[in-house]
């Protein structure tokens, strides 16, 4: 009998840990990887030094993406830092359009 109560709660115990590690594909997550995507393709651009109006816009649209996800997940560091980046590289992308 004790045995068998033993499993039984190992067994709850590992369903439970289950649950918790299962992904959720909400809107915070395709928005996550989208701007990663966005991000590391601004990289590679930078990185070549070939496209640098194009790595501003990418920057800047990968960051405004975390900026959003900062705002849905109420995290202040994410929110700071990406809606910091989105000043700076928005102003230098109004830079370039306007001929500065």
């Known amino acids: 009998m004790k045995l068998k109560e033993i499993r039984s709660k190992k067994k709850k115990q590992i ?3 289950l649950e918790k590690a299962w992904l959720e594909f909400d809107l915070s ?12 393709t601004a990289m590679i651009l930078r990185g070549g ?12 649209l990968g960051c405004a993406g975390w900026l959003a996800v900062g705002v849905m997940w109420k995290d202040r560091a994410l929110i700071i830092l990406n809606a910091a980046a989105v000043v700076i590289l928005a102003s230098g992308v109004v830079r370039v359009l306007a001929g500065v």
Do not use: G, M, N
């Not at 997550?29 to 590391?40: D, T």
């Not at 030094?49 to 800047?60: E, G, K, M, N």
């Open 15 to 17: 369903e439970k840990r």
């Open 29 to 40: 997550w395709w928005v996550k990887w989208a701007s990663s995507l966005i991000l590391l």
């Open 49 to 60: 030094q070939a496209y640098p109006f194009a790595d501003l816009v990418l920057s800047t």
